[in-house]
């Protein structure tokens, strides 16, 4: 199973680098996905409340570089640190970020960022 959770992640990463995050979270994410950030999972339970907060993202942010810096595969579950560098509304944003993945049949069922 981890070989095609490396791929679905080096998948979902290039998504992120091609600006089609909607995309990839569509096809990767599981239906009762939830996401933290920094610890708080508020209003990111369950795909439908994911995606929108993915849509915000989107329709605010403007991505200049996502570069890859570490990527960790472990059975079902993965990680990678990110430097990102971003407009989102009128603010420059030049930040590392890591996000770590918990596999469920092949889509991600929990993502923490840090």
Do not use: C, P
């Amino acid at each position: 199973m981890s070989q095609n959770n490396k791929s679905n992640l080096e998948a979902i990463i290039k998504g992120i680098q091609d600006n089609k995050i909607l995309e990839v979270f569509d096809k990767y994410y599981h239906d009762e996905i939830v996401m933290y950030e920094k610890g708080d999972s508020t209003n990111r339970v369950g795909k439908a409340a994911n995606r929108k907060a993915e849509e915000s993202f989107v329709n605010n942010a403007t991505i200049h570089e996502a570069k890859v810096l570490k990527t960790i595969i472990d059975g079902e579950n993965t990680a990678y640190e990110m430097f990102m560098d971003f407009t989102y509304g009128e603010h420059r944003i030049k930040k590392n970020q890591w996000a770590i993945q918990q596999w469920s049949n092949g889509l991600i069922i929990k993502e923490e960022f840090y």
